[in-house]
């Protein structure tokens, strides 16, 4: 298979480096998402602005004002929304995932803000389909279905309890270019 790095620079400031490899089919993207640091935030789904709360809380630990080592990191692209989904396909739980820029992943601030945590995210292999837009639009959360369709045309299982909304600008910052990513079966760790 033919290898290459795939660098996303729409916004200043570091990208992660994602592998991408040829795709069976068309309608989709495959990528390799490296082993990394990420700074965490669980998403609370009964609040209308959830999302840009664990984003703030993020923020907090990003800016150095609540880590352990008072570094101002960076914003580094992209920004995942991982869903956790149960046996019926509805959400049970989300968070929200900033990388740590790669200056900080061999030796990563601790959070001194108990509602964000820094994880060691395992390699996954993951399928995406790219739409630029809106989170809102009818048409984004269609691409989910059209992935899982290009993915069953090839025969490929995605791991069915999660989805994961990909953004690359900063949150709430007009159209955008998001990605609808389902992660592959097999790479999966819970």
Not at 46 to 52: A, D, H
Not at 94 to 114: C, K, R, V
Not at 169 to 181: I, V
Request: glycine share 6%.
């Amino acid at each position: 298979k033919q290898w290459y790095q795939r660098r996303v620079a729409i916004t200043a400031g570091e990208c992660l480096d994602a592998e991408e490899v040829d795709s069976p089919g068309c309608g989709f993207a495959t990528r390799i998402l490296p082993s990394a640091y990420w700074m965490v935030a669980d998403i609370d789904l009964s609040r209308e602005l959830g999302v840009r709360e664990a984003y703030k809380r993020i923020y907090r630990v990003r800016s150095g004002h609540s880590n352990d080592k008072a570094l101002k990191m960076s914003f580094v692209l992209p920004v995942l929304k991982k869903y956790y989904l149960d046996e019926f396909g509805q959400v049970e739980r989300a968070e929200i995932g900033m990388l740590i820029p790669s200056e900080y992943q061999s030796n990563p601030p601790a959070s001194t803000y108990d509602e964000v945590r820094i994880e060691k995210w395992d390699e996954m292999k993951v399928y995406v389909r790219a739409y630029g837009g809106y989170r809102d639009d009818a048409e984004y959360q269609q691409q989910f279905d059209l992935l899982k369709l290009a993915l069953d045309k090839q025969n490929i299982v995605p791991y069915p309890h999660m989805k994961i909304v990909v953004g690359y600008t900063y949150y709430r910052y007009g159209r955008q270019r998001l990605e609808a990513m389902l992660v592959d079966n097999d790479s999966f760790s819970a």
